[in-house]
């Protein structure tokens, strides 16, 4: 078997406003690499990054390698984006005068609204999670079942 080591997001408050995506990858994933190094005394480890965490691996990882370390043997990446040269459907949610809003928005605070992130991601299945509720509960007068 494979020993199996979590790390995961906690509930950020007002004490993570300053902290930035150079904090993430040192204070979080490299961390978390040779904590897991230290407890097993492996000289390399395996690591799965899924999300935003696979962007923080594969950027750790590439900090890691131009500093001439190799501590992972091998990364699995799950529903990532590394490329953000071409951010497919996000495009239609990323364009210059909405991110000097959200940065103006977080600036007072650091924090992004839950309601913000989860309005995002709705509207990447826009039929399902969005329109069916349109239709349903306004035009139709239907309760929304419950999730």
């Not at 078997?1 to 902290?19: Q, Y």
């Not at 600036?107 to 239709?135: A, C, E, I």
Request: glycine share 10%; charged share 20%; net charge negative.
């Amino acid at each position: 078997g494979h020993r199996t080591f979590v790390i995961s997001w906690r509930n950020p408050d007002a004490s993570l406003a300053t902290k930035t995506w150079d904090n993430y990858i040192e204070d979080a994933a490299i961390k978390a690499i040779a904590v897991t190094q230290e407890i097993t005394g492996a000289k390399s480890i395996n690591a799965l990054g899924f999300c935003v965490g696979g962007t923080i691996l594969g950027t750790a990882l590439a900090v890691l390698a131009a500093r001439g370390e190799k501590p992972v043997a091998s990364a699995t990446l799950l529903t990532c984006l590394l490329d953000f040269s071409d951010t497919g459907i996000l495009d239609i949610f990323i364009d210059e005068d909405s991110v000097k809003k959200r940065e103006q928005e977080m600036g007072h605070g650091g924090l992004m609204k839950g309601q913000d992130l989860s309005s995002t991601f709705s509207f990447l299945r826009p039929n399902d999670l969005v329109w069916n509720y349109v239709v349903g509960n306004y035009l139709k007068g239907e309760t929304p079942p419950p999730f």
